[in-house]
């Protein structure tokens, strides 16, 4: 069975661009979350979806935003880049919305801000 | 405001001794709680999970407790291997249906 898959693995923008990334998950799977990763912050929550629905989404500014497509599969955009967006962003999908199951997590989309 | 701490950055320990990391929470009431082995360069995998009607879950050399009064969960690895370094990472999932991470805990297993 296929993993959670994240495209762009690595990438580069500079400030002002905007950014979109991918996410694949698990087949069978209907919920994706996202996080972003940072040295400092930990993982942090940006939005999570189940059936093309936002069910909840974290502290972020609007910049950042996310859909989910009727076959699952998830994106995130960020819109005008900051150099502290640099950061590791993680998709995670489970089965059904996060609870007693566990989240099985993609390797990440890196991405650079300069 | 909300926390979720977990013990020092970075733990080392001798191999074959037994690892315990910490994750303290605060003005969470988890209903779940969550531990997740992180691999440089690589995602999250989930390790175990504890809800908080149990004192004590066991998987193989693992072992993790579960203390709300003191709000606090601990980690054990027993007989460790140089393969268990990793970061750990512990997670809650509160009211509301949303995961929160520890910042992790580096764990270096010294042959």
């Known amino acids: 069975k296929a993993g959670v898959t994240q495209t762009p693995r690595y990438l580069i923008k500079t400030r002002g661009q905007q950014v979109t990334l991918s996410c694949s998950p698990i087949?069978?799977?209907?919920?994706v979350s996202w996080y972003q990763q940072t040295p400092g912050q930990g993982l942090q929550f940006l939005f999570e979806?189940?059936?093309?629905?936002?069910?909840n989404k974290g502290n972020f500014p609007g910049r950042f935003s996310g859909r989910q497509f009727s076959n699952s599969r998830s994106e995130m955009n960020v819109s005008t880049l900051e150099l502290g967006d640099s950061a590791l962003y993680l998709c995670?999908?489970?089965?059904?919305?996060?609870?007693?199951?566990?989240?099985?997590f993609g390797e990440g989309s890196r991405l650079t801000v300069l | 405001s909300q926390k979720i701490e977990q013990n020092s950055e970075a733990l080392n320990i001798q191999e074959g001794k037994t690892a315990t990391l910490t994750c303290n929470y605060t003005?969470?009431?988890?209903?779940?709680l969550q531990w997740y082995r992180q691999d440089p360069g690589r995602g999250p995998v989930f390790l175990l999970l504890?809800?908080?009607?149990?004192k004590e879950k066991r998987k193989e050399r693992l072992k993790v407790t579960f203390d709300t009064t003191l709000k606090q969960s601990l980690f054990h690895i027993t007989a460790s291997q140089p393969a268990d370094s990793a970061t750990y990472l512990c997670?809650?999932?509160?009211?509301?249906?949303?995961?929160?991470f520890g910042t992790g805990t580096s764990l270096t297993v010294i042959p």
């Open positions: 504890i809800r908080e009607n149990e």
């Open positions: 979806y189940f059936s093309e629905t936002q069910r």
């Open positions: 003005n969470y009431s988890p209903a779940y």
């Open positions: 995670a999908s489970s089965l059904t919305p996060p609870g007693t199951g566990e989240l099985f």
């Open positions: 087949s069978g799977h209907r919920s």
């Open positions: 997670a809650l999932l509160n009211t509301g249906n949303q995961f929160y």
